[in-house]
């Protein structure tokens, strides 16, 4: 009987050491999230208070808040921004809720009366509007349509954003994101879906901003490598393509990742702010590099208005994680216009220029026809009075209609068939002078170094090198054309020279004559890569169907086309966030 109670007892001991174990790792990493908001915080002293997120910040956290009074009404004086307007001035009233002097509260009900702000025309647009209207329209309840900007009463406004909200929600967890693993607008997504898990005053909404923010960060967790939002991207700057870190999800992967450097801004300050807590679990699968993966994604074309008889064709995403770099890629094809960026290779060493990448800089009125209800004629010349890089042959951002791609873990390759006459005609990519080592081996193969990271770049044609300011250009002007690249860490090959001396024996066989393309390749691993441009993908003689890509598939996230539903998995943990039932199961 002895025996039998002293098994049970360290049968009950050894079952409390891990839950207690868990339980401090859960502590500390709450600590350290509350230490990094507080940083960013305590940075924004630093900046001309000349913001609603300064404002929101002096409400928030007992600050002065007469000056955050002067601040917003300062502000209000000449309003500006459309729904980033209304993203500032929400934050700012609902921190400050209970705090601002009566005139200030007249100034910002008066705002919402005159100030007519504009929707936009983009799925982060309307998600910013639409949340910010329902969370201003909620805190002024029974006003008629003559105390709106718009002329629709509270309740008006109520029930519209809120059918937006969730229709948006529907179409995300169905058939994916339209402007979607963007580095620049993930902040404009992930913080109007904080604040409303923070202030929404129906349940419903609370609990669907939370859902949310959840879904959009563990998406960006399993794509993020040392702060960076790696892989293929429907919409980004000009400058984060060369420079990850510049991106405007950089300072949200400090805040709830722990890696990167703090930044400040409105959408930073009002995370770290917000009582939104990110759950420990997508902590973990952000943070975890150390087994490689794959992760699969498919997301969804922006609204097609013309030229297209689908109005949201696929987009299917690839991406290889490593603990030393991740290799990702888009299908190809115009899939956003403007600022899409189809291919990327993102490594840790060579900050602040930390990937290589290729693009056909190609800008043309169809393309922008395609998603633009404005008059085609027209449309280039609107565009770059906004994106004055657009039409620039030597931009670092775009998509074409005449590129492609084939991903296989860390081998990708790459093809073009141009016609004659399209506006630009040559290829470009992308090697920073950060690279430790940028060589040109007789084999034709172009040999990087960048730390502990190798990469192989197969040009199929002949090109040139340009200087610029912060890299080498490779372009090539043959319109038929392509390359193949192979990416290795030093735990994968050994040495550099390894890496060199086994590329070496490795050469594409390609056919490249117009209408015409194709290559054969045989990658590092002793994969067959067989790829006929444009959609006729074979790997080791089996064809590959992007058509059957889920919604997510790998490791960590899974979720099935249509089904609202996402399974996220780290170790032997799970998070279940269904949305049909509005339901998060931990298990």
């Not at 630009?424 to 992308?430: A, C, K, R, S």
């Not at 950060?434 to 990271?453: M, N, P, Q, Y």
């Not at 192989?456 to 054309?481: A, I």
Request: include cysteine; charged fraction near 20%; aromatic fraction near 14%.
């Amino acid at each position: 009987m002895k025996i039998i109670a002293t098994f049970l007892i360290s049968i009950v001991l050894l079952w409390r050491v891990p839950v207690y174990s868990q339980r401090i790792e859960s502590d500390q990493y709450l600590k350290a999230f509350e230490k990094r908001a507080q940083r960013i915080i305590a940075l924004s002293d630093s900046l001309t208070p000349s913001i609603y997120g300064w404002a929101a910040r002096l409400y928030g956290v007992g600050g002065n808040y007469r000056q955050a009074d002067s601040i917003i009404k300062e502000l209000l004086k000449t309003p500006g921004g459309d729904m980033f307007w209304m993203f500032g001035i929400v934050s700012a009233s609902l921190h400050g809720k209970g705090k601002m002097s009566p005139e200030t509260e007249q100034a910002v009900r008066r705002a919402w009366k005159t100030y007519p702000p504009y929707r936009g025309d983009t799925e982060n647009h309307w998600c910013l509007y639409y949340s910010t209207l329902l969370l201003a329209s909620q805190e002024w309840p029974g006003l008629p349509g003559s105390e709106w900007f718009n002329g629709k009463s509270s309740e008006e406004n109520y029930n519209e954003a809120r059918e937006y909200l969730i229709h948006w929600m529907k179409i995300t967890t169905t058939i994916g994101q339209g402007e979607f693993d963007s580095p620049d607008y993930f902040p404009v997504f992930i913080s109007p879906m904080i604040l409303l898990a923070q202030f929404a005053r129906e349940s419903e909404m609370r609990t669907r901003g939370s859902m949310m923010a959840d879904y959009l960060f563990a998406d960006f967790a399993v794509d993020h490598l040392d702060g960076q939002y790696t892989g293929g991207s429907s919409r980004v700057a000009h400058t984060p393509p060369y420079e990850p870190l510049a991106a405007n999800a950089a300072p949200l992967a400090y805040l709830y990742f722990g890696e990167g450097e703090p930044r400040v801004s409105d959408f930073t300050l009002v995370a770290a702010l917000s009582s939104y807590r990110l759950p420990e679990i997508i902590f973990r699968i952000a943070t975890d590099r150390s087994m490689p993966y794959v992760q699969k994604e498919k997301k969804r074309v922006r609204n097609v208005i013309r030229y297209g008889s689908e109005m949201n064709p696929p987009v299917y995403r690839y991406t290889y994680m490593t603990s030393d770099y991740a290799l990702g890629s888009l299908q190809g094809g115009i899939l956003q216009p403007i600022q899409q960026h189809t291919w990327g290779v993102n490594f840790k060493s060579g900050r602040p220029f930390t990937t290589i990448f290729g693009l056909h800089p190609n800008w043309s009125g169809r393309e922008l026809g395609m998603f633009f209800p404005e008059e085609v004629k027209c449309l280039i010349a609107n565009v770059v009075q906004s994106k004055s890089t657009y039409n620039n042959p030597d931009k670092w951002i775009g998509g074409s209609p005449f590129e492609r791609t084939f991903q296989h873990k860390n081998s990708l390759i790459v093809l073009y068939d141009i016609p004659q006459g399209t506006t630009t005609d040559h290829i470009d990519g992308f090697f920073p002078n950060t690279l430790e080592k940028r060589l040109v081996d007789s084999s034709r193969w172009i040999l990087c170094k960048a730390g502990d990271a190798y990469i192989g770049w197969y040009p199929l044609q002949e090109y040139e090198w340009k200087t610029e300011n912060d890299c080498f250009r490779l372009r090539s002007h043959k319109l038929q054309n392509g390359y193949v690249i192979e990416v290795r860490s030093k735990s994968e090959i050994g040495s550099f020279k390894n890496f060199s001396d086994s590329l070496n024996k490795h050469i594409p066989q390609a056919v490249l004559q117009p209408g015409n393309i194709s290559v054969r390749y045989v990658n590092l691993d002793g994969n067959s890569m067989e790829f006929t441009y444009p959609e006729n993908r074979e790997l080791d003689g089996k064809y590959v169907d992007l058509s059957q890509y889920k919604l997510f598939e790998g490791p960590y996230l899974n979720a099935d086309v249509g089904s609202e539903k996402l399974t996220i998995t780290y170790k032997n943990e799970t998070r279940i966030l269904d949305f049909k039932s509005l339901t998060i199961t931990d298990r």
